[in-house]
């Protein structure tokens, strides 16, 4: 059989060619190769369940196929599995297998009627006894042993990625199990799952740039939510004392292995919790998703079981930066720190603040380092517009990150609850704002006035479930944990990623 390569336009075009006159054939024949049907089958892996001379009913693409004169072996993959199903040729079924071998390939996808058997090879298998054609593929599938090789095909074309490539298709279901679990372990804590409007007539939540849209109804600017976090908190004002939200936010900045535009996020809120109950909280979380999903409470790095079943430890973010590069930050001066910055190759700003130079030196020497699973906590006043003040450390405020693998996987903090307080933190970010940072956070007068009821105290987490989805399968891409990850439209052949500044 030719092997026909995926980036090989004109051979497909020619097969594809081929399979659109066996349809017309079809058509002329009264077979009808779209039919409407509603089919009670079983699944592959209930048919191999099922007992010798039972009868069954299956349904799926056909994966592979083989004909031996008067026999065809094919394979019949669904959801579940694949299993061989072998039609042969009889005085009764003359006209059906004479279609069968003439009409049928790769791809399509047929209804089997048959009894199940075991091969004299030992294999476990379905006798077809009649078959009907569910739906004609008229372009070929990729080939079954190299599949796809270019990950820009595979990630364009995912359909084809999650047919040819098994380990891909049951990647994507750990995806949806992982989900699952977060879901149930906050219902099981008492959490209620809400849901906050995406489109948002002033964004927040977070310092990042958003996208801009517009609402013809209006004819008014919106944004595409960046967080949820300020609808998340104006329902605890409103009474609500555990809340969630699983949701899709938007931020316009780069591209890399760890970023795409478009992503997916858990925020929880719990009231009367601080920022240390909220990563006790968090910590559960991940070893209970450890647990349900490996058996035990560990995870997979580098080839290797790690072991997460203990207390993991907690270090401030001045204390890891000191003991990894040996820099005490807020003794020493501007100038040093300027000095500094310049012959590591960090990227600052003439107007840093200490706070600042701690946040840019951790971000950009010590983080990706990390191995963990580690709690850096206590970040600069400066970098945290929505996280409360340190009760004991003057400059700093009540916040955290959980590093895995160089991977930041978790951030949250003791929220602000004073709407005074919260008043002046946007104020200092509308002074950003006027000297140029796209990031800033805006100021929001509605919030304002909604903390003004008064809001209980409350920690709150934000984690990206991409990033999750990463850890707990070892994907070094978040482009192999989305269905369709972004990707620049296909006539731009000369797409490469942007390397990302931006945290």
């Given amino acids: 059989m030719k092997i026909l390569n995926q980036e090989n336009n004109e051979e497909l075009l020619d097969e594809r060619e081929v399979r659109v006159k066996k349809v017309e054939g079809m058509k002329k024949e009264k077979i009808e190769p779209y039919p409407h049907a509603s089919i009670k089958k079983i ?3 209930d048919a191999l369940a099922a007992p010798h001379d039972t009868e069954v009913i299956i349904a799926g693409r056909v994966i592979s196929m083989r004909a031996m004169g008067k026999i065809i072996f094919f394979e019949i993959q669904d959801q579940e599995g694949k299993i061989q199903c072998v039609y042969r040729l009889s005085e009764d079924n003359t006209d059906s297998f004479e279609s069968f071998t003439v009409y049928l390939n790769l791809g399509d996808i047929l209804k089997i009627h048959g009894t199940r058997f075991i091969t004299k090879k030992g294999e476990e298998s379905i006798m077809a006894q009649d078959w009907l054609l569910l739906s004609k593929s008229i372009r070929p599938l990729p080939d079954k042993h190299k599949g796809l090789k270019d990950p820009n095909i595979r990630y364009r074309k995912r359909y084809l990625d999650l047919i040819s490539d098994r380990k891909v298709f049951d990647h994507f279901k750990v995806r949806s199990r992982i989900i699952q679990l977060v879901r149930k372990f906050l219902d099981d804590k008492g959490f209620m799952e809400v849901e906050t409007p995406v489109l948002q007539v002033l ?3 977070t310092k990042a740039k958003p996208f801009k849209t517009h609402i013809n109804a209006y004819d008014m600017d919106m944004f595409l939510r960046i967080a949820p976090e300020l ?11 555990k809340v969630f939200e699983i949701g899709k936010n938007f931020r316009n900045e780069g591209v890399d292995s760890s970023h795409n535009p478009e992503f997916t996020m858990i925020e929880w809120y719990e009231a009367y919790s601080d920022y240390n109950d909220i990563m006790d909280r968090a910590e559960e979380m991940y070893k209970y998703i450890a647990q349900n999903l490996f058996g035990e409470k560990t995870i997979h790095m580098n080839g290797k079981k790690i072991n997460i079943d203990y207390k993991w430890e907690r270090v401030t973010m001045e204390q890891i930066v000191q003991t990894r590069i040996g820099l005490d930050v807020l ?6 720190l300027q000095k500094f910055c310049l012959s590591n190759k960090v990227a600052f700003k003439e107007d840093f603040s200490k706070g600042q130079f701690l946040n840019q030196i951790f971000e950009e020497l010590v983080a990706k380092k990390i191995i963990g699973p580690l709690w850096v906590v206590d970040y600069p006043r400066e970098v945290s517009p929505l996280a409360r003040s340190h009760r004991s450390k003057e400059g700093f405020v009540e916040r955290f990150e959980c590093y895995f693998n160089g ?7 003791t929220e602000i609850t004073s709407p005074f307080m919260q008043r002046d933190r946007f104020e200092n970010e ?6 140029g940072d796209e990031e800033s956070h805006p100021l929001d007068e509605d919030f304002l006035e909604a903390l003004e009821y008064g809001m209980p105290p409350l920690g709150g987490i934000g984690i990206g479930i991409d990033r999750l989805i990463m850890f707990f399968t070892e994907s070094a891409s978040i482009r192999e944990v989305l269905f369709f990850p972004f990707m620049r439209p296909d006539e731009l052949k000369d797409f490469q990623e942007k390397p990302f500044k931006n945290n």
């Fill in 43 to 45: 699944s592959t892996k």
């Fill in 203 to 205: 964004y927040g939540g």
């Fill in 231 to 241: 609808y998340l908190k104006r329902l605890m004002i409103g009474g609500y004392e």
């Fill in 331 to 336: 003794k020493a001066d501007i100038t040093t």
């Fill in 407 to 413: 991977r930041e996987l978790g951030d949250g903090w």
């Fill in 430 to 435: 509308q002074r950003s704002m006027r000297d």
